[in-house]
């Protein structure tokens, strides 16, 4: 599975941003998507997350009413739109993908990262 981010950039706090992942490969065997963060100094963050279907998302608390994850199964593509961003959502955003091959075991697959700076 490879994964490709885009849509990231420089926002003035309060703005909205789209960030968009492109996956391609044996996508059929992807169960689960997800953004992750992580900023200068910190570990990465769980962003959200969102099942093969759609039917199931997950936001963390920090994000919860300002963010909204997505997918396009017939584009294989991933979305988060980001409103009303802060300051403190500055960070390098990284696509997850995790697939489960037919032995059942589970592995995790990463985008390179685009970059989002929130200035105040």
């Known amino acids: 599975v490879q994964l490709v981010e885009s849509g990231g950039g420089l926002v003035q706090a309060g703005g909205s941003l789209r960030l968009s992942c492109a996956a391609s490969g044996s996508t059929g065997s992807i169960i689960a998507m997800g953004w992750y963060r992580q900023a200068p100094g910190k570990q990465r963050e769980l962003v959200a997350t969102i099942t093969s279907g759609g039917g199931s998302t997950n936001y963390a608390d920090s994000v919860k009413g300002r963010f909204t994850i997505s997918r396009d199964n017939a584009k294989n593509t991933m979305y988060l739109q980001m409103n009303s961003l802060k300051p403190e959502d500055t960070a390098v955003y990284y696509c997850?993908?995790?697939?489960?091959?037919?032995?059942?075991?589970?592995?995790?697959?990463w985008g390179q990262g685009t970059q989002v700076t929130v200035s105040s």
């Open positions: 997850n993908a995790r697939v489960r091959t037919i032995f059942r075991t589970e592995y995790d697959y």
